[in-house]
C-alpha cells in the first residue's frame, strides 16, 4: 500500500470521526454537500440515501470558487457530459464520440496535469486574499483570570437524533452555557489552578 501511495504522491493523513478537524478538506466537502442535501430535501430528511447520488454530481460538476475548475475536469482531465446530452446528441457529445475521440482525449490528458497546476495556483492566491482580509479585520483579545468563555460539547455527549440529518431535525448546540476560566498559576513555587 505504501508503494502505491508513493507511485501516485498521495498523501496519507489518518483522521478519527472524533478528530475530523484532522482531515479540514473532506469536512470542507462534506459541509457543502449536506447543506445541498438539507436544501434538497427540506421536510422529508430521512430520504437522504436516495438522493445523495444525485446531489454528489451536481457537487463534482459544479466549479469550485477556490480552483475555477469542477473537481471532474481536475481528476478526469475533461469536462463532463451530463446525461441530458447523452439522450439528445449535442455537438459536443457528437464530437467526443466521433473517430476522433482517442486523439482529443490523449490531449485532454496531457493538458490535465496543466490545469491541475492553473487551479492550484489559482487556489493558493485565494487563500492568500483571504487570509490578508482575515488579518485586517482580526483583534487580538488575550483572556484572563474571571472572563467567561464558552465550553464545547463533545460528539459523545449529543443526542444522535439531533443533528445536521437526524430525524428530530433540531439544530445541535456546540457550546453549553457559559463558564469563567481557570487558569494554571504559581503560588509559592507550585503551579495550582484558580477557577473563578
Not at 465550553?151 to 428530530?168: I, V, Y
Request: with cysteine.
Amino acid at each position: 500500500m505504501a508503494k502505491f501511495f508513493e507511485k501516485w504522491r498521495i498523501k496519507r493523513i489518518l483522521s478519527t470521526p472524533y478528530h475530523p478537524a484532522g482531515n479540514g478538506q473532506a469536512e470542507s466537502s462534506n459541509k457543502t454537500i449536506l447543506n445541498i442535501l438539507k436544501k434538497k430535501l427540506e421536510d422529508t430528511k430521512g430520504l437522504w440515501p436516495k438522493f445523495l447520488p444525485e446531489v454528489l454530481w451536481a457537487y463534482c460538476t459544479t466549479p469550485k470558487t477556490s480552483t475555477g475548475e469542477t473537481s471532474y475536469s481536475l481528476v478526469y482531465g475533461t469536462d463532463a457530459i451530463i446525461p441530458v446530452e447523452v439522450r439528445e446528441p449535442s455537438l459536443r457529445y457528437s464530437n467526443e464520440s466521433g473517430s476522433n475521440n482517442d486523439e482529443n482525449r490523449r490531449q485532454d490528458l496531457n493538458e490535465a496535469e496543466e490545469q491541475r497546476d492553473m487551479a492550484y495556483v489559482r487556489m493558493v492566491a485565494q487563500k492568500q486574499q483571504a487570509e490578508r482580509y482575515y488579518n485586517k479585520k482580526a483583534k487580538i483579545r488575550p483572556l484572563k483570570v474571571g472572563d467567561y468563555v464558552l465550553k464545547a460539547k463533545t460528539q459523545a455527549t449529543k443526542d444522535p437524533r439531533e443533528g445536521k440529518l437526524g430525524k428530530l431535525g433540531r439544530a445541535v448546540q456546540n457550546y453549553s452555557g457559559s463558564k469563567q476560566r481557570s487558569i494554571p498559576t504559581r503560588n509559592n513555587g507550585r503551579e495550582t489552578t484558580t477557577n473563578n
